[in-house]
């Protein structure tokens, strides 16, 4: 599944870190050597008491985890039916559930995670998930913390927003492009989001927090988008209508960058950029402007 690596890690002091996703990977990373190239997840579950990591065809599971109630070794099998880079998440995904002290099983002696929960992208919290669904969130949490740490991703974000940057992330860390597009859009400090389509109707969105409402939902058509340069799968960085993209457009602009794949899929990454303000936000010239009102009022 990847590179062989001697990883030593203190597993104590790993769960000192206790059940967020976020901190248990951090603490990870905290005692890994830096070293280019994807994060060595084999070589982690084995220094953490994983003793056992097998592959074979699965027909209704994308993994599982077999352990002790005292979780001191843990089985994991996966998926061998997925890509390498879905392997490689599915892996990082179990150990979270190994990991976490507040994670239930969900079989008799272990966890049973199908493609539902294992789906990537669904790492963040919303309302009315049962403590199955927590789990799985927070499985995955940890599985794209573990895989992408925001650190080793700052090269990828400290130029302007570009789909080439998500798909060179993608090569280095060796995951998919759909994780490295969500986690890309997550970290980035532009105002940004993805489109995810097939047949020129959006399947989802992944959006940063502050990204506006967008006019186009699930199977809605989506707007034209640009076309590939010539020998390329990327379009160039177009300007488009932002009524096409946004339900309050306000004083914005709105530009596009399209990767158009195979059997009809593409990603688009829309950028959004306010000019001028818009309403009664209006910075430190409106506290000036109302100084002004309140001397003309005296």
């Known amino acids: 599944m990847d590179r062989e690596y001697n990883v030593v890690l203190d597993r104590m002091e790993i769960e000192e870190a206790g059940p967020s996703a976020d901190r248990l990977a951090a603490a990870i ?12 997840v084999n070589a982690i579950a084995r220094a953490l008491d994983i003793v056992e990591i097998r592959e074979k065809p699965l027909i209704n599971l994308g993994g599982a985890l077999i352990t002790t109630p005292e979780r001191d070794i843990g089985h994991i099998l996966v998926n ?22 507040w994670h239930e099983s969900t079989a008799a002696n272990g966890f049973q995670c199908n ?8 790492w963040q919290m919303r309302r009315g998930l049962t403590r199955h669904e927590v789990q799985e969130v927070e499985a995955n949490r940890f599985a ?16 302007e927003p570009d789909l080439e940057r998500v798909l060179s992330a993608a090569r280095a ?5 759909e994780a490295a597009a969500r986690r890309y859009v997550e970290l980035h400090e532009a105002t940004v989001a993805i489109a ?3 047949a020129g109707r959006l399947r989802y969105w992944s959006r940063c927090s502050d990204f506006p409402r967008p006019t186009v939902n699930r199977n809605d058509l989506m707007p034209d988008l ?12 177009e300007e488009a209508d932002p009524i096409d993209w946004l339900v309050d457009p306000g004083r914005r602009e709105v530009t ?12 688009s990454l829309v950028v959004v950029e306010s000019q001028g303000n818009d309403g009664d936000d209006d910075g430190d010239g409106g506290v000036e402007d109302a100084f002004d009102r309140l001397n003309r009022f005296s």
Do not use: W
């Not at 860390?173 to 492009?177: G, K, L, P, Q």
């Open 29 to 40: 990373h905290c005692q890994l050597d830096d070293c280019d190239g994807p994060v060595p």
């Open 196 to 198: 995810f389509s097939r």
């Open 226 to 237: 640009p076309q590939a340069r010539p020998g390329s799968p990327l379009s160039d960085h």
């Open 256 to 267: 596009v960058q399209t990767l158009h794949q195979q059997n009809d899929f593409a990603m």
């Open 173 to 177: 860390f060796d995951v998919s492009r």
């Open 144 to 159: 794209i913390e573990l895989l992408i740490p925001p650190r080793r991703l700052q090269r990828f974000l400290a130029s």
């Open 80 to 101: 061998t039916s997925s890509s390498r880079q879905r392997r490689r998440y599915s892996l990082s995904h179990e150990l979270g559930h190994f990991l976490n002290p």
């Open 115 to 122: 493609k539902q929960d294992l789906r990537v992208g669904n």
